[in-house]
């Protein structure tokens, strides 16, 4: 179901009559309500009467997390306190959070698009949503609560935690369609097995996972052990939270990013240059209607592409691919780009190989070299030394394959590749080491 | 008739043959026969022991990859031409022997080796045939 049909299936002439009314305003408002932006503008030697065209968007410095950090906590903020009535905060694992505001308008544009995000995934009136995401400063639990509201269908905001009282109130209330994060949707699957809980006798539908990235793979494990649709909805919290993107039930092959809020650019994360569409490279979003909390060529860091295709479901809004890694863990190798991701991805299609690598890169006289460390398991390993060669050859075609670059692989003991509680160390990068 | 042989996966690193060993004896593991074929990067250990089961449980708790493999121990005469006769049965059948490594044996006039084949079974009936003596399992691992 499409819930908003005026505003996602315009024909793209009138999208982009819309995107540069909107984009003008915003260029316009920023100017002359934050200092920041109208110094980052005279710095360019842009004014807001220079943006004619939506490729004069490109005329338009960036914004990244460090200057939001640099203004913390409210010197981005478009609008005088009186009109703030939400304050929403990214979590700030680096440091201090990032603050995000909302006004009246800004709150309704988003339930109205959280609303667009659920009827996307088939969700509907009569239809009972788990929230397990998060309540509180980050974005994901009120985000998806107000959308339920606004689409007319019932809440249960169970907020994250209290595992098995989740899975009681699952099988108790029967909500049809459950809202959390991939990982946590895998924990409670493991948690009901254990409880002896079959989750073919719940009534649930429908998944909505977001807030990390995850995989085909990780999609085809959930469906099958959550016996529901999984989908993948993309959001964040400078931008406006989730409902940026999401992924209709009709297709689930790409994000519907809603494009009318949102215009997208895809940049190469290095020259900064514009990429054309289905190159992948780093998502950068300018916030057409918001108010309180604008952004101007915001850099993600977020590896996608684009497809501007109309889908089957009938949008007519561009589609962003399922997100590929950060930009922050591009390596350059002899001068291609490439993502730790893309190389995982390569990874998890070879039967057996195990999920835990590391890459390694190096230098031998002018050239860079890249070796990935492939962990053997039981699988994959043979007692024969021509068959864990082969092993590692096919790994290191398969790479070749996909992303142009020689790698040499070598097969390495379980375990031996450091595990963390975060983020995996995924790269070695011993230029750097000895630069 | 067929042996059951534990492959070690190992990273060519110091200490890592003798933590196998180490894990092996602290487990009151005796080894039967090694033989470890090595590359740049990694080796694998092959190993016929008292306690196949013992075995795999201790390395693979240590975190170590481990594999079973099918091999034959065959009794050869401890003559020249001895082994030349056995593996001409198996040339002229064209049957590949995949690798092989012989077995420390306290008492006995005749050497035990151990063959690892692409087409083990039709290797043993041939064997058989020919009139070559192929220890058991059991015969092996408390030889």
Redesign the interface.
């Known amino acids: 179901m499409i819930f908003d049909i005026a505003n996602e299936t315009l024909p793209r002439e009138d999208l982009e009559a819309l995107q540069l009314r909107r984009l003008q305003a915003l260029v316009e408002r920023v100017y002359h309500l934050v200092p920041f932006y109208r110094r980052r503008l005279d710095e360019a030697g842009v004014k807001p009467e220079d943006i004619r065209s939506l490729a004069d968007l490109e005329q338009l410095p960036f914004t990244t997390k460090q200057d939001i950090r640099d203004n913390y906590p409210f010197g981005l903020f478009a609008v005088p306190m009186e009109q703030i009535v939400r304050i929403h905060a990214s979590s700030g694992t680096t440091g201090k959070p990032t603050p995000v505001a909302y006004t009246q308008r800004d709150l309704n544009t988003w339930a109205d698009l959280m609303a667009r995000t659920l009827a996307a995934a088939g969700v509907h009136r009569g239809d009972i949503v788990h929230i397990a995401y998060g309540y509180g400063l980050f974005t994901g639990g009120l985000g998806f609560h107000y959308g339920v509201e606004r689409l007319g269908a019932a809440v249960i905001p169970v907020s994250g935690g209290q595992t098995r009282r989740q899975i009681m109130l699952i099988q108790d209330f029967g909500p049809t369609v459950l809202c959390c994060t991939p990982s946590f949707a895998l924990y409670l699957a493991e948690v009901a097995q254990e409880m002896g809980v079959d989750f073919r006798q719940t009534k649930l539908r429908v998944g909505i996972f977001g807030a990390e990235p995850w995989s085909e793979a990780m999609r085809t494990e959930i469906e099958a052990r959550l016996h529901l649709d999984a989908l993948d909805i993309y959001g964040l919290s400078e931008i406006i939270g989730p409902g940026v993107a999401v992924e209709c039930i009709e297709a689930k092959h790409g994000l519907h990013l809603f494009e009318d809020h949102f215009l997208p650019e895809i940049i190469d994360p290095v020259t900064l240059k514009r990429l054309p569409p289905g190159e992948l490279g780093e998502l950068v979003i300018t916030t057409l209607t918001k108010e309180a909390f604008p952004l101007i060529r915001y850099r993600t860091r977020d590896i996608t592409a684009i497809d501007y295709a109309p889908c089957i479901c009938g949008r007519t809004i561009a589609r962003i691919r399922r997100i590929q890694g950060r930009s922050d863990d591009m390596l350059i190798i002899r001068g291609v780009n490439v993502f730790p991701s893309q190389i995982e991805a390569v990874l998890m299609e070879i039967p057996g190989v195990a999920p835990h690598y590391q890459l390694i890169v190096d230098r031998q006289g002018a050239l860079d070299t890249l070796e990935v460390a492939v962990e053997v398991d039981e699988a994959t390993f043979s007692d024969e030394v021509k068959g864990l060669q082969a092993l590692a050859k096919r790994i290191e075609s398969r790479i070749k394959d996909y992303l142009s670059v020689s790698v040499k692989v070598r097969l390495v003991e379980p375990r031996s590749i450091p595990r963390s509680e975060g983020k995996a160390q995924r790269v070695v990068d011993k230029r750097k080491l000895s630069a | 008739m067929k042996v059951e042989?534990i492959?070690v996966?190992?990273?060519n690193k110091a200490g890592?043959l003798a933590e196998v060993t180490r894990v092996l004896g602290e487990a009151g593991v005796n080894i039967r026969a090694l033989s470890l074929?090595d590359?740049t990067?990694?080796g694998?250990l092959?190993l016929i022991v008292d306690n196949y089961a013992l075995a795999r449980d201790v390395l693979k708790s240590k975190?170590?990859?481990?594999?079973k493999?099918e091999v034959v121990a065959i009794e050869v005469p401890d003559r020249p031409g001895g082994l030349a006769s056995v593996l001409d049965i198996l040339a002229k059948a064209g049957i590949n022997v995949?690798?092989m490594y012989a077995f420390v044996q306290h008492s006995g006039k005749n050497a035990v080796i151990i063959f690892?084949f692409d087409n083990l079974d039709e290797a043993i009936a041939l064997l058989q045939q020919a009139g070559i003596h192929i220890y058991k399992g059991e015969e092996v691992y408390k030889l």
């Open positions: 042989q492959s996966f190992l990273e890592r074929a590359t990067d990694f694998i092959r975190g170590f990859t481990v594999g493999t995949e690798y690892r």
